[in-house]
């Protein structure tokens, strides 16, 4: 078997999310007793919690859902970057030593531990970096904090490059114990009709 690296937070309760956004909540609609055979649950969440696809809709209106987009972008070869303590935004300068063959999804590691509280002083995506890859054929970004643009910003410029390259996004990763290097990535959004975003398990496999 090949070396799996989960690089899905757990989803709880107390899992950060974006101020007014929906946590994580479960609720028992049915438990194992003499008159019932099985335990049966029911979830309330943002799909925004813990590891997730953003759809086109989440930052265009009259764009894919999750259950709309074409999962060929979320499965197939992966470089795992290094740009630990990078500062706010991933800059071009701290990809580019990474630059030689890039396969088509990229995974950027920001955090020396990702974070289990919400802080809004998170790395994000430079939106001139999200071009400079997809010019270099990268079809899908990804990286280990909340999103690809800082938590005060009204113009979302890295979500809107996403839009205008047709690119697809990965956010609230974990790579604290993934290597720099290539791998096969798995990480499928569910067919969640009309939803903005869908939890994914993501998972890395060696190659």
Known sequence: MKQLWD??????????????????????????????????????????????????????????????????AYVGPCRVIHAIDCGPLIQIEHVQH????????????????????WNPEFTAYAPETVAWLAARGVKLIGLDTPSVDPADSKSLDS????????????????????PEGDY?????PLKLAGACASPVRAVLRAI
């Not at 839009?163 to 974990?174: D, K, M, T």
């Not at 096969?184 to 499928?188: D, G, K, R, T």
Request: proline fraction near 10%; include cysteine.
């Open 7 to 72: 690089i899905s937070p757990t989803v709880s309760p107390a899992s950060p999310i974006f101020p007014g956004d929906e946590p994580y909540a479960l609720r028992w609609t049915a438990q194992l007793s003499p008159g019932c055979p099985v335990n049966l649950s029911a979830l309330t969440m943002s799909p925004h919690v813990g590891a997730h696809a953003d759809a086109p809709l989440h930052y265009g209106n009259d764009q894919p859902s999750a259950a709309e987009v074409d999962l060929q």
């Open 98 to 117: 990474a630059e030689k063959d890039l396969p088509e999804r990229v995974l950027v590691r920001c955090c020396r531990q990702a974070s289990e509280v």
């Open 159 to 178: 979500h809107q490059q996403l839009l205008r390259l047709n690119l697809r996004v990965l956010e609230n990763l974990v790579l604290d114990a993934v």
């Open 184 to 188: 096969e990535l798995i990480a499928l």
